[in-house]
């Protein structure tokens, strides 16, 4: 016999911009580029459906203790499949009302965050970062070679703190090796603020900040604003085996997020003759369509 995980979730937030048709639906937000362009943040898609398997399966990641993968940007790692299976596997029911064209009830609230989480100063760095800013490939062997010979190990196999902390140990003498590597490679010197700025004859602290700030691209986003929001609320109905659940009990939080804040909690486990899914929809069945990306990027 089947079981299931029942769910809730609550005070999820749905944010969308209307045009005057109330058709396009878009966020408010806008970052803007050393240039100093302001760049409109509708180049970034989203779902056209308010929750996905994509939002789900994320949500099932952070409920058993996995790292979650975005769904609109590259990284390194990979999904669970066997939890992304159990998300399209799910059933979603969105008890928040609705008008009479099918569409949330929206209310307009002011959005604001300091300005230090806006641009957060000293942003976590892996080598897929490293290796996007450097953005040359001679370059980055080049680095990866010195830094090899220098610690005598394969460093691309540990993490890039660790890497860091590793370099803060070297000699003085080795360290000035590197900085001069690097300076003489020309327009990557974000990293030498990464490993440590040598400044009136002494290496200032790492600042992480200078990796995520080159030029022409994307640095900072708007801190404040209006934004149009709808809270969801409802149930998510996930199929479980003895084996997650077990899980769950010695190796999870038993609680999660999903959309903008949304808290997701466990209400409880029924087998499958007590579940009632009228009025849920199986999540497979959901569309996972994205947005199209506004025509005019540059404000």
Not at 92 to 108: A, G, S
Not at 200 to 222: H, I, Q, R
Request: aromatic share 10%; with cysteine.
């Amino acid at each position: 016999m089947n079981n299931y995980l029942i769910l809730n979730f609550q005070n999820a937030k749905l944010f969308r911009k209307f045009d005057k048709n109330k058709k396009n639906r878009r966020t408010n937000d806008f970052v803007f580029s050393r240039t100093s362009e302001y760049v409109s943040r509708d180049f970034y898609p989203s779902f056209v459906e308010p929750i996905t398997v994509h939002q789900i399966s994320n949500m099932l990641h952070v409920l058993f203790n996995e790292r979650p993968v975005p769904s609109f940007r590259d990284v390194v790692y990979d999904r669970v499949e066997s939890l992304f299976e159990k998300a399209q596997n799910s059933y979603l029911k969105i008890d928040t009302p609705k008008h009479n064209n099918n569409d949330f009830y929206y209310e307009t609230m002011h959005v604001r965050k300091a300005v230090t989480n806006a641009w957060n100063p000293s942003p976590p760095i892996n080598w897929e970062t490293i290796k996007r800013y450097i953005d040359d490939e001679d370059k980055f062997i080049t680095i990866v070679s010195f830094l090899n010979k220098t610690l005598n190990q394969d460093v691309t196999i540990i993490s890039a703190d660790n890497l860091k902390d590793l370099v803060q140990n070297l000699d003085t003498k080795t360290r000035l090796e590197l900085y001069e590597l690097i300076t003489n490679l020309m327009n990557i010197s974000g990293l030498i603020y990464f490993f440590g700025r040598f400044n009136n004859g002494k290496f200032d602290k790492p600042d992480n900040s200078k990796l995520t700030c080159k030029l022409n691209k994307t640095a900072k986003m708007v801190n404040r604003g209006l934004e149009h929001v709808a809270v969801l609320s409802g149930q998510i109905i996930v199929p479980v085996t003895d084996d997650d659940i077990n899980v769950i009990k010695n190796n999870s939080k038993g609680f999660a997020k999903i959309l903008d804040g949304g808290l997701v909690f466990i209400d409880s486990v029924k087998n499958e003759n007590n579940i009632d899914i009228n009025g849920f929809v199986k999540v497979s069945e959901i569309s996972d369509e994205k947005t199209k990306p506004a025509k005019n990027l540059i404000i």
